[in-house]
């Protein structure tokens, strides 16, 4: 399945990472209660149309690692072409704070 977002919505792939304690024990994504905050950009939107009707791209484009507000995008759980359950986050333009390089 494909999604397309409209507007100025990103559709984000949260990035998983695993925490190393100073004691250098790995903690494992499962055991972390904190929402990841970086992403991959799987697609985006044609943009924002503003006042005098002209269309104003959105600045991250497929592929860029983005860094994005904890609590800001909206949670997606869909199912691949394998049947595997993927989680994908949806995020406005102005919820993503910083493309990392």
């Known amino acids: 399945m494909k999604i397309t977002p409209l507007s100025d919505f990103v559709l ?3 990035l998983k990472e695993e925490k190393t304690t100073a004691s250098g024990i790995i903690i494992p994504e499962t055991a ?3 929402r990841p905050q ?3 950009v799987v697609a985006v939107g044609p943009g924002k149309i503003n006042d005098k009707g002209e269309k104003i791209a959105t600045p991250v484009s497929a592929g860029n690692i983005v860094l994005f507000k904890k609590y800001g995008p909206d949670e997606i759980k869909m199912k691949d072409e394998s049947g595997k359950e993927v989680e994908y986050l949806i995020a406005r333009e ?3 704070l910083a493309i990392i390089e």
């Open 12 to 14: 984000i792939e949260p």
């Open 32 to 34: 972390q209660e904190d």
């Open 38 to 40: 970086k992403g991959r």
């Open 94 to 96: 102005e919820e993503i």
